[in-house]
């Protein structure tokens, strides 16, 4: 048996999942017009998915790179849901409704 495959799968439904959280909590505390930095950070963790010795290393990078170049592109679109209402503004910061 190989679980590789089976572990690859859960790594990335976590990944995801994972995701909505830290891009709703990252809109909250430092705003969206951050999601460029986060973008870089998805970049160099995809890059440096293309270094690793074994395949598995290699693809849980790459799996995980990927979840933060998405999250970095859903930062606007996390501001937008704030400003609708559909999820609370922070006050410190004085945006959303």
Known sequence: MNPTG????????????????????LEYYLGAGIWKVVLLVGIVICLASLLMP???TSALLGI??????WGA???????ERVQRGLFPANPKRGGGK
């Open 6 to 25: 089976l572990i690859l799968g859960l790594f990335m439904l976590f990944c995801i999942g994972f995701g909505f959280l830290w891009v709703i909590k």
């Open 54 to 56: 074994d395949f598995t």
């Open 64 to 69: 995980f790179g990927g979840s933060v170049v």
């Open 73 to 79: 592109t859903e930062l606007p679109g996390q501001a």
